[in-house]
């Protein structure tokens, strides 16, 4: 049995930067760090953080004083805003650039004075912070019908999947021709997702690794089982079953955005011991030693 990982799996960059920012802030300062929300969707990573005594203060209300974090995914500016008023509080922003750059489109279609609809999950953090850009009157499209007006600006959640856009674009096509449309997935989301693909139709199975809250990974999961392959969606190493592994010939394994890479090799390691014990010697087949 052979495991092959995908080319671009695991940590993109707003991630790595957003937890080494994290890391290194909890390193240095001497008084006490939180972030807003957990930093990224990956629950051991954010186990190991508490670790260091950065804490996830889901409220902004409750955060008072010391050094907060703004995760990659961004925050709503009226929350920005509130957060910056605060004497004693110092921010690091750790927005990932990408993200960064999708707020400012959402602005930029709000002061053409168009409909804003961001194509994404509604409660997903970094959604609710584009909305906030949006302005009054954007909206989320969730593939039922919507109200469409006739001047409309469209963008991605940056971790959408290309098929869910082009999908979401048709239907709003056919409602007006005003569309100012502006492409926010953002290319780590893109080049994980095609590796998956690929390698998913050559293998036998998918293991893909990452938080179960994280919608990135979730999304990869899907992507392989829509391509008919039994895939499994796991954490860590501890939840892999050796049933799983009988017949495959080609293991693909694969990691969201938000899954550090250490995690993906403890997978393939584990992956490698289950089923070395496994293979048990053919009967009957005698070795002859080579002269
Ligand atoms: S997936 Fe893209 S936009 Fe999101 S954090 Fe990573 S690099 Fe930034």
Redesign the pocket.
Known sequence: MKIEVAKRAGF????KR?VKLAYETAAKSRQAVCTLGPIIHNPQVVKDLESWGVKAIEKPSRVKNGVLIIR??GVHPRVLQQLRAKKGLTIIDAT????TK?QKAAACLRDEKRQVIIIGEKEHP?VIALKGYAGRDSMVFNHKSVKVGPRIGVLAQ??LSTDDFVKALKYLGSKTNDIHLINTI????QVRQQDTMQLAKRSDLMIVVGGRNSA?TSRLAEMCRKVGKPTYHVETEDELKARWFSKAGLVGVTAG?STPDALVRKVVSRIRDITAKKEKPVKGLKVQKVQ
């Open positions: 993109c960059f707003g991630v957003a990659s995914h990932c650039p990408f993200v999708a970094e940056t971790t953002c290319r780590a989301t990135n955005a």
